[in-house]
């Protein structure tokens, strides 16, 4: 009875997206060889944070971590979900690293998840609470998720490298399972919306940067919004810094988004390299306004019905569908995604039909769900 | 109508109710061309005819009534509603499987072969194991004989589609079938049927009618009214009546069978055929090595995806070594116009009973082969061909030619596989097929002819080459039958020649296909991936570029597929999972290739991506267009509603064909060659499978809006309710699912969506007990299941439990009861609670009487809405009713929350005004700071709360310095001030940890005759072992003795009583005597010493009275009950002649 068969995985990498297998799978998994050969070999603060993000969120989980954190075994537990939960999520990645895999595991939790989240709301490396109330929760309403009690509140702003910032997290639960779509049309891009924010900078940097991105979408499209979010006081979190994140919207429903933010790196491990980034300059707003506008106009290019950094959260919801057919048209996969299909591969058991469409440029992806129904959930 | 004056009540039932009714008909020129039951449909008529008649009499009067009776019309409508299911079945159905049960003797198995005899026109001598049989053109059916045991029909009852319940009409029901009946109700309800047999041993026909209703009465009772109850009415030549069994087969062709959820969210399969396939040198180095089987059946339920676990009822979960998809041994019919089927088609199968020409014994299988009828189907016979029968020629010849011993073969073949294998393939298909079958011809070849002997008198002739020769011409099936000659011993025969079958059906499939096949073989796989590897690295080879070429034509479609998922078929659930506890395999270590370690993470795109940052933004700022040139901006222009709407919309389409390739994928150079190579197909395909969509879409929509046309007729609501969108919506995923699925060929498919439903399944499964083989009784149907994804874990269930209204006893916490959840069946010890107002999970010593409660269990989960059946008794001698309770999960949990009440008692050891300390109801200082806050309460009902650790100046000083300090004292303070006589409790609750124990089943691995022991009960230890109950004293129930409380009077002081006014002031009341003497004068003295004599003189004349008259009343008694005695004997000689004379008038009277 003590026997349990540990699946065995290797690397750091993806580690959120197979703890977060490993537990809607419930299959308990061995880590090795963790930036074995790394100078900080090991486990980073916002991994460990993640698995003591999952440990609260969920009953009866154990993680095991070697001395030098290069090897993890994790047995996952059952999502308990619940209000009023509190996270930290500090400062070495942003909000949305912990989002991401968060809405997932909140849909098949026993209770609905209502969780405040505190640290870095926006970062140039994970999507930004924006994109997130934007294009990912729109996306999981597809798969046929409640729409009440789906909702994401930014309490406050924070961006690296001190942070401060604070949102609220709650998802409910989906009674049975999700819903298997179909989506293939694109649509056309109907408007351009968006939201800039600004922490304890001058407002005008969000207008200049506004003002750069609408140079380059009038040109194509005149219905094109974007709002401004200037934060001040305790609200604006702890450093200096501004970004934007852009949505466009198509006739099909479908949201195209991408998002940036500027601010000063952090550079916690060394005073001397603190001074080097605190000399270097921050990239000047009309470059930010124009680079964000191109690169949304980059990904409308590309086609698909969501954006290339979503990808991995279409596939992952399309393998958790019941066990019709799925079919998305995405854009060109990327490495990300790619990962996410070998993972969805290796715990799931579901492959997809990867065909591309060569008119379009785009990748018709076709899949039988895994059949997961929320057993987490207590009957009435 | 004429009435008579006389109120005249007309017959309700019997056959003049009946004369009347038709006489009505026939006057109102009706005409019943379905001739219904007349009894259950008399009333409804007439019901109606009168209303058509007198249409008054029947409108409603009261707008209440009418009210209600619409809304509970319109409830009862809603009850009937059911949310509709996708039926994600494609493709033929697996055979129904018809569950035959009833107690022992009751004609089961006559049943069935009276059944076979109707369907195949053949006589089975023996009903073994589940046996298929082709009944219509649509319809296969497969029936099983119940087991007697209550485990069989636990898991009968999980396998049957429909079960005839056989029920003894001279003697009534039997506990079986009422156990049988709640096994079912419990695990999802299949069609069941009555059939009520032994009715010839009724002779008065009166009789016969009258239990005939009371048995279906009660049957109705049970399942619901109007269930159907057949009835056998006896034997004609040992068999069932050819008409009644003709009825019986009419009932069931036309049966409609429901999905049950579980069985369509889990695979199932019913073991129609068993092997043992373990290398033969392995088992006789050691009889009780671990065992390899393989086991065939049809998959039912849902699709098998590839690293499904299994659970063998009663064996134990298992890992699916090789799952291989066969032809179906028992076809449908080729789209015949013709009515009914042809003889020819009338096909059965039956490994495991001795049907026909096989017999399955324990260690040999027998042939009879009887040229006069081949039993098998046509199409396979052709599809045999010559080159089957080479192979099976040259199999019996080298048989004949082996002069080695089997292990210096075993060792050869390996070799050979290793070092031939690549040169050989290229050959084509046959060659490598044979390659391993002869080897196994080879091996056990001496103990086959030895066998062939043993055979002798089974067999007509004894040679055993004209043997094979015969066994040819009866199909491939049979052929694999001679190579299993061996009894289960023998198995790569019957592999070879299931590859080589397969190869057969698919040759014209790719080569991926049969790579497939060939790595299901057992050891094989290991060494196959290998040569696969040597494919990848010498694919540049003249000697592999036919079949390369081939390939990608073949393949074109998935490539992309190839580059995300690798080109190798790594199974990453089998290989990589590791048992902690247990050593893996030998084998896969062994035949390990040498670069799987790394390949997995070389096979991808990006090679080394082991530790990259984890990060699902994948911006390219470097590969930022210029979006401020014009032309950039022209190429989306379309992409926008201010674009070109008709080019969205072919590009939506796909349609158009123009396109821009300008896409350079930066991360993906090879998408671009593909996709120009691809192009030209693309183009094809896609608009056909669109348009094929869209036709479908169409179809399911126009039937479901013929539906809806039907219903609203009905129904008259016009507007589309919500389950029919509902129904709409399902209707439309299903035929998207068929339409998807269509267009992919079958290698993807079989990876995308598993092996389906209905196919002929070989599964192979390693190490597993040896018992299981030595056991093994076809009597007892083997069902395996597949396990969803967290099934397999163990963790606590918390299930709604009610203990059976017939079983006799209440259920004690923690005593084992065996359930049967899912598939499996084990044994646990469950702890009972319920569930307080506050939410709170409070334990119950026993499951209430007559309601329910919660059971909390440690065990493999099962999804919430699971049914769970408990059995306490396996054994089948017992005569009481087996099933204990019936449960069903609400939610499982990996930490159980059980509380029960927990009272600390103490007494004061000191008393201050409110406070005091308490002791004895705590042991250390440290539990009193855990309680610190708790409320208190003594049994007078002074309230308190506890405060602190009683600090040691506060009266908890050692006796004597030096003395210890007591612990646990705890400081309290009350409401009131409390007596030291006063009894101090705390009400807390405790948690109460249930037992992480659980014990598999695993009756398939011992004699079926046995009974199963497992965790016996606290009780049956006791009476095992002679062990008297504990007996606690302090438990005892004793009369309360309360001494009565003396108390002593009140004193007020003097000072008070001063203040007090004089009402409250205690008086001095001088009640009787002061003192003083009175003497009286002698006048007086006299006069009272007069009237004490005059008293003494009447007390003593009133005694002597007294005891006159006890004397008198003693004498009287006495005479009394002399009287009485006879006069009783009197009143009884009259009433006896009274009765006499009466008995004796009505029996004359009834002689007249």
Redesign the interface.
Same mark, same amino acid.
């Given at each position: 009875m003590g026997k349990v068969s540990y699946m065995k995985l290797k690397g750091s990498q993806n580690l959120r997206q197979r703890l977060l297998l490993s537990t809607l799978a419930s299959t308990p998994i061995l880590i090795e060889d963790i930036r074995a050969d790394a100078t900080w070999p090991g486990l980073l603060p916002h991994e460990v944070s993640f698995l003591r993000l999952l440990e609260t969120i969920s009953d009866d989980c154990h993680v095991e971590i070697n001395e030098t954190g290069t090897k993890l075994k994790y047995k996952p537990g059952i999502v308990m979900g619940g209000g009023y939960l509190e996270h930290d999520c500090g400062l070495s990645r942003s909000i949305g690293y912990f989002l991401e895999p968060l809405i997932v595991l909140g849909l098949f939790g026993k209770k609905p998840l209502s969780i405040k989240l505190k640290g870095i709301t926006n970062d140039p490396k994970d999507p930004s609470v924006d994109t997130f109330r934007s294009t990912t929760l729109p996306l999981l309403k597809r798969f046929g998720v409640p729409s009440e009690g789906l909702e994401l509140k930014i309490e406050s702003r924070g961006v690296a490298p001190k942070g401060g910032g604070e949102v609220t997290l709650s998802v409910p639960i989906v009674h049975n399972s999700l819903k298997a779509v179909t989506w293939t049309d694109e649509g056309m891009v109907k408007r351009i919306r968006g939201i800039s924010f600004s922490t304890r900078v001058s407002v005008q940097f969000e207008n200049t940067m506004i003002h750069a991105a609408r140079g380059i979408f009038n040109r194509l499209l005149p219905d094109v919004h974007i709002f401004t979010d200037h934060k001040a006081g305790a609200q604006a979190g702890n450093s200096p810094g501004y970004g934007i994140s852009l949505v466009a919207e198509t006739t099909s429903g479908c949201f195209i988004s991408v998002d940036t933010t500027n601010s000063y790196a952090r550079g916690d491990n060394d005073d001397n390299e603190m001074d080097v980034d605190e000399k270097k300059e921050l990239m000047p707003p009309e470059e930010v306004g124009e680079q964000i506008a191109s690169l949304l106009l980059g990904e409308i290019e590309q086609g698909g019905v969501i954006d290339s950094s979503h990808q991995g959260l279409l596939f992952l919801l399309c393998a958790l569908c019941p066990q019709d057919v799925s079919k998305i048209r995405v854009g060109k996969l990327v490495p990300y995604g790619i990962e996410t299909l070998r993972n969805i591969r290796d715990f799931l058991g579901v492959k997809f039909v990867i065909k591309p469409d060569p008119t379009t440029g785009t990748v018709m992806l076709k899949c039988i769900g895994c059949g997961l129904t929320n057993l987490s959930r207590k009957l009435s | 109508m004429e009435r008579s004056q006389k109120s005249h009540r007309s017959r309700q039932s019997g056959p003049s109710a009946k004369k009347k009714s038709d006489t009505d008909k026939k006057k109102r020129g009706l005409t019943d061309d379905k001739k219904r039951d007349p009894s259950t449909d008399k009333k409804k008529r007439d019901l109606t005819d009168d209303k058509k008649r007198n249409p008054k009499a029947f409108a409603f009067n009261s707008t209440v009534k009418a009210k209600r009776l619409q809304s509970r019309a319109s409830e009862k409508e809603q009850r009937r509603l059911h949310i509709p299911t996708?039926d #994600?079945n494609t493709g033929e159905p697996a055979p129904y499987v018809i569950v035959v049960h009833g107690p022992p003797q009751v004609g089961k198995s006559l049943l069935i072969k009276s059944l076979i005899k109707h369907y195949t026109k053949h006589n089975i001598p023996d009903v073994r194991g589940p046996i298929t049989i082709v009944s219509g053109k649509q319809r296969r059916l497969q029936f099983v004989e119940c087991p007697n045991d209550i485990n069989g029909m636990i898991d009968a009852a999980k396998f049957a589609d429909l079960a005839l319940l056989l029920i003894d009409g001279s003697y009534g029901f039997e506990m079986e079938t009422f156990e049988f009946l709640n096994i079912m109700q419990v695990h999802g309800f299949p069609k069941v049927m009555g059939v009520l047999t032994h009715l010839d041993k009724f002779k008065d026909v009166k009789k016969l009618k009258k239990t005939k209703q009371r048995l279906k009465h009660r049957f109705w009772t049970e399942i619901y009214d109007g269930a159907k109850l057949f009835y056998l009415s006896g034997l004609i030549h040992g068999k069932y009546v050819k008409r009644e069994v003709h009825n019986l087969a009419r009932f069931i062709s036309v049966m409609k069978f429901h999905p049950l959820s579980w069985r369509t969210?889990h695979p199932y399969i019913l073991v129609d055929r068993f092997e043992d396939v373990t290398p033969p040198d392995k088992v006789s180095t050691n009889k009780k090595c671990d065992r390899n089987v393989t086991l065939y059946g049809y998959l039912r339920g !849902?699709?098998m995806?590839?690293?499904?676990k299994v659970h063998i009822a009663g064996v134990g979960d298992y890992n699916v070594a090789g799952v291989t998809g066969l032809p179906d041994p028992c076809p449908l019919p080729s789209a015949a116009k013709k009515k009914g089927l042809r003889d020819k088609e009338k096909l059965f199968y039956a490994p495991m009973s001795g049907l026909g020409d096989l017999l399955y014994d324990k260690d040999a299988v027998y042939i009879n082969i009887n040229d006069h009828f081949v039993q098998f189907s046509k199409k396979d016979d052709e599809d045999d061909g010559s080159g089957a029968r080479d192979v099976g020629a040259d199999l019996v010849k080298s048989l004949q030619n082996t002069k080695y011993s089997v292990d210096e073969k075993l060792n050869n073949s390996f070799i050979n596989l290793f070092s031939q294998k690549s040169g050989k393939i290229t050959n084509g298909d046959e060659n490598n097929s044979i390659e391993p079958m002869e080897e196994a011809n080879t091996v056990g070849s001496d103990e086959e002819s030895e066998d062939e002997e043993d055979v002798d008198d089974s067999d007509e002739d004894n040679n055993p080459h004209e043997k094979s020769t015969d066994s040819q011409k009866v199909k491939d099936n049979i052929q694999e039958e001679v190579e299993i000659h061996e009894g289960r011993r023998r198995r790569k025969a019957v592999f070879g020649n299931e590859s080589e079958l397969d190869d057969q059906e698919a040759t014209d499939e790719d080569d991926d296909e049969e790579e497939d096949n060939d790595s299901d073989d057992d050891q094989n796989s290991s060494e196959e991936e290998e040569e696969e590897e040597e494919e990848d690295l010498e694919g540049n080879a003249s000697k592999w570029k036919e079949s390369l070429i081939e390939r990608t034509i073949s393949r074109k479609? *998935?490539n992309?597929?190839q580059l995300?998922?690798g080109k190798s078929e790594t199974k =990453?659930?089998a290989s990589?999972?590791?048992? *902690? @506890?247990?050593n893996g395999s030998d084998d896969d270590e062994f035949f390990k290739p040498k670069g799987e370690g790394n390949k997995k993470?070389s096979e991808?795109? +990006?090679g080394n991506? &082991?530790?990259?940052?984890?990060?699902?933004?994948?911006?390219?700022?470097a590969?930022?267009?210029?979006?401020?040139d014009?032309e950039t901006?022209e190429?989306? #222009?379309? #992409?926008? &509603?201010?674009?070109d709407?008709s080019k969205?919309a072919r #590009? &939506?389409e796909?349609? @158009? &064909?123009d396109? +821009? $390739?300008d896409?350079d994928?930066p991360?993906?150079g090879e998408?671009e060659d593909?996709?120009?190579g691809?192009?030209n197909e693309? @183009?094809k395909t896609?608009p056909d499978s669109v348009a094929e969509e869209r036709r479908l879409k169409k179809l399911a929509l126009h039937d479901d809006d013929n539906n809806k046309k039907i219903k609203s007729n009905n129904n008259k609501a016009n507007e589309v309710s919500y389950i029919d969108k509902l129904k709409e919506e399902a209707e439309l995923?299903r035929q998207?699912?068929i339409a +998807?699925?269509e267009d992919?060929d079958e290698a993807?498919r079989l990876? *995308?969506?598993g092996h389906r439903t209905g196919t002929y399944l070989r599964l192979e499964i390693h190490n597993v007990p040896y018992e299981m083989i030595d056991h093994f009784d076809p009597c007892h149907p083997l069902l395996i299941g597949g396990i969803?994804?967290?099934e397999e874990?163990?963790?606590y269930m918390q299930a709604r439990f009610k203990r059976h209204r017939w079983h006799k006893k209440v259920l004690k916490t923690k005593d084992p009861i065996i359930v049967s959840i899912g598939w499996r069946r084990y044994q646990t010890l469950p702890i009972y609670a319920i569930e307080d107002i506050n939410g709170r999970h409070r334990m119950l010593k026993y499951t209430p009487e007559h309601m329910h409660c919660l059971a909390m269990f440690w065990g493999p989960?099962a999804? =919430?809405?699971t049914g769970i059946v408990a059995v306490q008794n396996l054994s089948n001698s017992q005569a009481s009713f087996r099933i204990t309770a019936t449960a069903?999960?609400? +939610?499982? $949990?990996?930490?159980a929350k059980i509380v029960k009440k927990l009272k600390l008692v103490g007494e004061p050891c000191k008393i201050y005004k409110k406070t005091a300390l308490i002791k004895k109801m705590f042991t250390s200082d440290l539990e009193v700071a855990r309680f610190e806050g708790a409320s208190i309460r003594t049994v007078s009902g002074i309230r308190g709360q506890v405060k602190k650790v009683g600090k040691i100046e506060l009266g908890n000083k050692p006796k004597k310095m030096g003395g210890k300090v007591e612990e646990g004292i705890a400081r309290c303070t009350f409401e009131d001030k409390i007596l030291m006589s006063d009894i101090v409790f705390l009400r807390a609750w405790t948690q109460v940890d249930v037992p !992480?124990f659980?014990n598999p089943l695993t009756t398939a691995l011992q004699p079926r005759g046995d009974t199963w022991r497992g965790v016996r009960t606290v009780a049956e230890l006791r009476r095992e072992y002679n062990v008297p109950i504990p007996d606690n004293k302090d438990s005892h129930y004793k009369r309360i003795e309360r001494p009565l409380k003396k108390f002593n009077p009140v004193v007020v002081p003097k000072s008070l009583q001063s203040s007090l006014p004089f009402r409250s002031k205690p008086k001095d009341v001088k009640t009787k005597k002061d003192g003083r003497a009175v003497v009286p004068e002698p006048h007086e003295r006299d006069v009272h010493k007069l009237v004490q004599h005059l008293q003494l003189i009447r007390h003593n004349k009133m005694k002597q009275q007294k005891v006159k008259k006890m004397e008198k009343k003693k004498k009287y008694d006495v005479e009394k009950a002399k009287e009485e005695v006879v006069t009783k004997k009197r009143q009884r000689e009259e009433r006896r002649e009274r009765f006499r004379s009466q008995d004796k008038l009505q029996k004359k009277m009834r002689r007249d």
């Open positions: - | 996708i #994600r969210n !849902c699709n995806k590839k690293g499904t479609s *998935i992309l597929m995300v998922y =990453p659930d990589s999972h590791e048992e *902690i @506890d247990a993470s991808g795109v +990006e991506m &082991v530790n990259t940052e984890d990060s699902s933004k994948f911006t390219n700022f590969n930022v267009k210029d979006w401020k014009g901006i190429s989306i #222009r379309d #992409r926008f &509603v201010t674009g709407w969205a #590009r &939506v796909g349609a @158009d &064909v396109g +821009e $390739n896409d994928a991360v993906f998408f593909l996709e120009t691809e192009k693309g @183009d896609e995923q998207r699912n +998807e699925l992919l993807t990876e *995308i969506e969803g994804l967290t874990n163990v963790g989960l999804p =919430p809405n069903v999960v609400l +939610e499982f $949990n990996h930490s !992480c659980y």
